[in-house]
């Protein structure tokens, strides 16, 4: 059974640098949310961040971590 660790908060809170810090101490990958769904989707995002279609990305995101 795999093991995956969430990490969330709001946008500059620190996220990927904690992250960050711990992968490199535990030789462990780490992925964005973001970074998940556009993989999944095969293309690039929003240079503003703006989400058209909420539930396709939900369900991109969970296909994602499934995967």
Do not use: W
Not at 24 to 47: D, G, V, W, Y
């Amino acid at each position: 059974m795999r093991k995956i660790i969430f990490v969330g908060g709001i946008h500059g809170v620190g996220k990927t640098y904690l992250c960050n810090e711990i992968c490199k101490k535990m030789q462990i990958p780490h992925f964005s949310a973001s970074q998940l769904i556009r993989q999944h989707n095969e293309e690039e995002m929003n240079t503003l961040k703006n989400v058209i279609d909420v539930k396709k990305n939900q369900d991109a995101l969970i296909t994602a971590i499934t995967n």
